[in-house]
Structure formats: C-alpha cells, structure tokens
C-alpha cells in the first residue's frame, strides 16, 4: 500500500463485480501543481495502462455477426457486446486462446469459460447467455494484450478463420477523479493537496494502476532529457557557422533583389551592378556609399538574407 510523507492510501476497496475503487491523497504541493499532476495522472490512467480482453470469438455453426443461435435467447450481436464486460489478468502479452462448451438449458456466466493456466478471470459471475434448449453450444476465444479501445477492422472475416471480431476495451481503469485543496499555516502560507480517486476492473488494483502511471510519466521524463542531452552533443559538434556556397549567386541583377529606389539607385550609381560586385563591400564600405544610410544597409542585408540565404556580418 502506498504511504509516505508526501502520498496516502486514504481509500481501497472491492465494489460490485470485482471492480475496485482507491481513494489516494498527495500533499505538499506548490500553487498550480496541483491541477497539473492530477491531468497528467488522469490522462495515463486512462490511456498508457494495458490489460487483456476478448478480441475475436468462433462459434460453431455461425457463419454471419447478425445469425441466432438456436435455443439462444441473445442474437450474437448481444452476446458480443456481453464479452465486452468480461475482465482477465494475465502475466504474459502474447495472444491465447479460451473455450466455452455448455449444453443448455443453463444460464451461461463467465466462469464456465476454459481458460489456459495463466490466464485469470476477474468477473466469474458476469452475464453472457441463456440456453432455454438441450442444445450443444461451444465457441472459441481469442484473448489478446492492448492499450486503449481497439475497433475491429472487420467484423467478420473469412481469412481470419472464421472468427468474428470485437471492438474491445483493454483499459483496466474505468473511471479517474480529482479535486484540489488549498491549505493555509499559521504564516498563511498556502500549498496544494491533491485527492485522486481511481476505478478499476479489478484486473489490477486502484494502488498498482496509481504506482504504474506515475512510473510511465518519470521515464517520458527520463527519455526527454536524455534525448535533450543527446541533441545538445550533436549541435556542440557542428562547426558554429558554417560558410554559404555564393558562387551560383554571384551574376544575378540586383534588380531581381526588389530593393527600394533610394537603395537601388544608390548602389547603380556606385557601379554595383550584381550581387557579385555587391558582395564585394564590407557591411561598413556600403554605408559609406553616398546617399547610403544605416537604413538602406539595413535593407540589403535583409533582401540578401531572405531572398538568397546570404548572411553579411
């Protein structure tokens, strides 16, 4: 359980169908953090956390996602959206495999499914089915590791043996909550108190998915500055100025520079009839140019720079 000088565990419990509810205090915190840890916190709760859940399914003798089954009181579009509720706990991320054979008339729960041994059902009273016949039901289950909601590509599709695809939740919190606090001392000095409140399947507990995002943000963290590290290096090993190619530049018109009148006849009059022979002056030689001021210097440094890549200093 989660509890030192700066984070409580004011809360853990089990609620209806395995799911679990945490209630989690973090103190201590300056003005603004608060609100800035809780989204953080939320938005990976809800987004980064993986868990398992039912992705395909084959039943004998169906062929189509809109057929009956007969004796069957749910369509099989019913019946798919009921394994949507099914919560697993796996150690392992590679896909498995379930069955499920029941002769009816029984009502069909989650628990009657055959599971591989490291594949553990967090819901077993969960509702799938009634069979009101002696009819033989069996169907095949796909079990697959994911982040997120993943919506079938298709449906249905032959090339997938057969089985009939779902739009499956992987998200092991269901729901995240926070308020703020603000605490005053005697010195009526204020800091931040952040309540977080976590639900979730039961496939892992309110502490563990609170212990999993915060470890999720600390590497982004981690990673951001060790990339900013890495691309520090990289800037310090290039040469600080780096000399521009000018000789393609060197017999285009300064007319093609689009300079103002004051500017252009200024350097016509001095002879500077392309950006050859206006690269010949130093920044201070054109300033001396009759007629040729600080601002039309200026100008041309700019045009050079923006129309050609060409950087006087």
């Excluded at 009502?107 to 594949?119: E, G």
């Excluded at 926070?178 to 496939?203: A, C, P, Q």
């Excluded at 093609?256 to 500017?263: F, G, I, K």
Aim: charged share 25%; with cysteine; hydrophobic share 40%.
């Amino acid at each position: 359980m989660i509890n030192n000088n700066l984070i409580k565990c004011l809360k853990s419990d089990k609620i209806e169908s395995g799911a679990c509810h945490g209630q989690f205090l973090i103190n201590s915190l300056k003005s603004g953090q608060g609100i800035t840890i809780g989204n953080q916190l939320r938005r990976v709760l809800l987004n980064d956390l993986g868990g398992v859940g039912i992705t395909a399914i084959r039943i004998a003798g169906v062929s189509h996602e809109f057929s009956t089954i007969p004796g069957v009181r749910e369509d099989i579009l019913e019946i798919l959206l009921n394994l949507k509720g099914v919560a697993l706990r796996s150690d392992t991320k590679s896909p498995q495999f379930g069955r499920l054979k029941i002769q009816g008339p029984v009502v069909v729960t989650a628990d009657l499914i055959q599971l591989p041994s490291n594949l553990e059902l967090v819901n077993p009273n969960h509702y799938l089915m009634t069979v009101s016949t002696a009819n033989v039901i069996e169907i095949e289950f796909k079990f697959e590791y994911g982040t997120g909601y993943t919506l079938a590509s298709h449906t249905f599709s032959e090339e997938d043996e057969n089985f009939l695809q779902l739009d499956t939740v992987f998200m092991p919190v269901q729901k995240v909550d926070f308020k703020i606090e603000n605490v005053y001392d005697n010195e009526n000095n204020m800091t931040e108190r952040l309540f977080l409140d976590i639900w979730t399947n039961g496939s892992i507990s309110p502490e563990e998915a609170f212990e999993s995002a915060a470890n999720v943000t600390i590497d982004l963290f981690k990673r951001l500055v060790v990339e900013e590290k890495q691309t520090t290096k990289v800037d310090e090993s290039k040469p600080k100025s780096q000399s521009i190619d000018i000789e393609p530049y060197t017999n285009i018109a300064i007319e093609e520079l689009q300079l103002s009148v004051r500017a252009y006849n200024c350097l016509k009059k001095a002879q500077i009839n392309t950006v050859g022979d206006l690269l010949q002056y130093s920044p201070e030689k054109l300033q001396e140019l009759k007629n040729f001021g600080r601002k039309s210097s200026l100008e041309v440094f700019s045009t050079l720079k923006n129309k050609l890549g060409i950087i006087l200093k």
